[in-house]
């Protein structure tokens, strides 16, 4: 019943938050064959194991404003988002083939949406240019040219120029902005110390302008950036070679030059990248020229091709910045919720996804993957961490999630009452402790159930295992498992029964170490007080009583004697007189000579002769 209302209760969130946005999200979208959780794999499992830590961090990070609401700083979105690809990307270094794509191409779109969305309001307090955030990203994740450029250090011969690896290699590093190291590359050409186009190449490659030099997009650096591309022109129409011509081509931003070089690019992105870098290094983020560059770049690129869902996905971050959609299509691009689930919750941080008072587009994301995480037997701890922090429906779904751990051993056991206490499950916990205290019982294993039963504090359940206890005492006379109850002190309260036993121990101890006096107060406290023992076993403390009673010093007083003797009237008065005094009746049948009640009172008459002798000498001593 709790897990149809909890069915029902996100369903209506789903259509709520659907009606809102006109997306659509349900279960089941993810059209990827690859999963976190079906497999063995240890990526997999540092991925889920070190995302919850941050994503732990994030919400205990934020900050409780003046209207109780609560919020993040700019630069603690950016640290966890670092943080969430740092791990992404450790996740693709440790997994095979198929999962260094899957986490490859997350931590590239992770990437994005931390330039485009987390990085937003910080880039636009400092001018908005994107361009270096752009080169970043492109050179973390397009193709590595390190094996290239070790090949090229290594050539020898005359021409280095003319192997066929050179020029590509000069080209791909331009495109990549990666003016330096092209410098390097062509100080082994063969030209490169004679004066020529070469080294007027090298020489203005080492002087291209940055906006961050330059201190952002002032007058400065827009006459510099003139002037560079001036040099550039003249350079291209000096070129003594098709190659050195297209490089010049590129640097004065051509698109012939664009596409002439787009065969060395492996992606889209990259094409687009280079085009702003080398026709408007100044363009800022959600700028209407990188719209259009944008489009150009796909359009060149693809052609008449399809573009992929991940390609979509990065045109509705950086052509429209809509949070909302690329939530909707990571859903159904990426596996088990990981990515929609974080990023949507960073970006509810960041303001790109506000909450409105009512289980949210976070939440449901954040719900459907703790959900996951829950089926699988050795996750269900992280589990309760992302249902925690889902406000409206993560109570529901926590109780339901600890109330259906399996239990198979006190350590897991232990794990569950720890997560209860945690989050204040009270009613939970109590039931964990009630099971385990059972089944404990039933496997003969009284210390552990004890121990149980007092956490839960079961008081019903405690007194039926110490009247379990008398009863194992009764039959064979051993009474060490008591030694354990006197360690839990007050928690022994909460029955009266253990009470007693702990008080019963006691007597016992005192008798044994000859203190009569005090085993005697103890024992008619036993027998006055209250329901604190049972009424069967009470003529059990009298029989341990007659040795006392006949001591040859008087430890009962009067006032002790008479209590006494009013328990065993009591129990010979009572019309449950049969059951009471069965072990009298025993016995008797033992004996071979029983005759029903007159046997019964001839083996409670020394007791009653013993009774009336030391009242005699308690009055007396008085």
């Known amino acids: 019943k709790r897990s149809s209302r909890m069915s029902l209760k996100k369903a209506s ?11 659509g999200i349900t279960r089941g979208t993810s059209v990827q064959e690859h999963t976190l959780f079906n497999q063995d794999s240890q990526a997999a499992r540092a991925l889920i194991s070190e995302s919850h830590v941050v994503f732990e961090a994030v919400q205990n990070s934020a900050a409780v404003e003046s209207d109780g609401s609560r919020s993040m700083k700019a630069v603690d979105c950016v640290r966890f988002s670092m943080q969430y690809r740092a791990i992404l990307r450790g996740c693709a270094m440790r997994g095979g083939d198929t999962d260094a794509a899957v986490y490859g191409a997350m931590d590239l779109l992770w990437h994005l949406c931390e330039i485009f969305f987390v990085r937003a309001s910080l880039m636009t307090r400092t001018g908005g240019l994107v361009i270096a955030e752009l080169l970043d990203w492109v050179r973390t994740h397009a193709r590595g040219l390190e094996q290239e450029q070790r090949a090229v250090a290594n050539m020898t011969g005359v021409k280095c120029e003319d192997n066929p690896a050179y ?41 291209f302008p940055t906006a961050q030099a330059y201190g952002g997009a002032g007058a400065d650096f827009t006459v510099a950036w003139a002037r560079w591309r001036e040099k550039a022109a003249v350079l291209r ?56 560059d944008c489009e150009w770049a796909v359009k060149a690129f693809f052609g008449s091709r399809e573009l992929r869902p991940i390609d979509h996905i990065m045109l509705a971050v950086i052509r429209d910045a809509d949070a909302h959609r690329v939530i909707r299509d990571c859903c159904t691009h990426f596996p088990d919720w990981w990515f929609s689930a974080h990023m949507a919750d960073l970006l509810q941080w960041c303001g790109w996804l506000q909450g409105r008072g009512q289980p949210d587009l976070r939440e449901f994301l954040i719900l459907e993957y703790a959900e996951r995480l829950s089926a699988h037997s050795s996750l269900w701890m992280i589990a309760a961490v992302y249902f925690s922090f889902c406000p409206y429906l993560g ?195 033992a004996d071979g000579d029983g005759h029903g009640d007159t046997d019964v009172a001839a083996r409670l008459e020394p007791l009653r002769l013993a009774l009336a002798r030391n009242m005699a000498r308690a009055l007396l001593l008085q």
């Open 237 to 292: 129409n000096t070129a003594t070679s098709k190659d050195l011509e297209i490089v010049c081509a590129l640097l004065c931003g051509e698109d012939d030059a664009f596409m002439q070089l787009r065969p060395l690019m492996s992606e889209w992105y990259e094409l687009l990248v280079a085009r702003v870098l080398y026709t408007n290094p100044l363009v800022k983020i959600f700028d209407a020229q990188l719209q259009f």
């Open 395 to 589: 109570l529901s779904y926590l109780e339901n999630l600890l109330e259906h751990v399996p239990l198979d051993s006190e350590k897991k056991a232990h794990k569950v009452l720890h997560m209860c206490k945690k989050y204040g499950l009270d009613a939970q916990g109590k039931q964990v402790c009630r099971v385990m205290a059972r089944r404990m019982q039933d496997a003969g294993h009284v210390a552990s159930a004890l121990a149980w039963y007092l956490r839960a504090k079961d008081g019903v359940g405690a007194t039926r295992l110490a009247d379990r206890l008398l009863h194992e005492y009764v039959r064979t006379g051993q009474f060490d498992t008591a030694d354990l109850m006197l360690k839990y002190g007050p928690a022994m309260l909460v029955s009266e029964r253990l009470t007693f036993l702990a008080k019963y121990k006691q007597f016992h101890t005192k008798l044994q170490r000859g203190d009569v006096v005090e085993a005697a107060a103890i024992l008619v406290k036993l027998v006055s007080t209250g329901n604190m023992a049972p009424k069967w076993f009470q003529i059990y403390l009298l029989l341990d009583a007659l040795p006392l009673l006949e001591n040859p010093e008087a430890v009962f007083d009067s006032e002790q004697t008479l209590a006494l003797q009013q328990c065993l009237e009591s129990l010979v008065l009572s019309h449950r007189k049969a059951e009471y005094l069965q072990v009298l009746a025993e016995g008797a049948s």
């Open 167 to 207: 020029w590509p290699l000069v080209k791909k590093l331009l495109l990549q902005g990666r003016t330096q190291e092209a410098c390097e590359v062509l100080q082994v050409h063969s030209e490169a110390l004679q004066g020529g186009v070469v080294t007027q190449l090298e020489a203005l490659l080492r002087t």
């Open 13 to 23: 969130c789903v259509v709520a938050w659907t009606s809102q946005h006109q997306l």
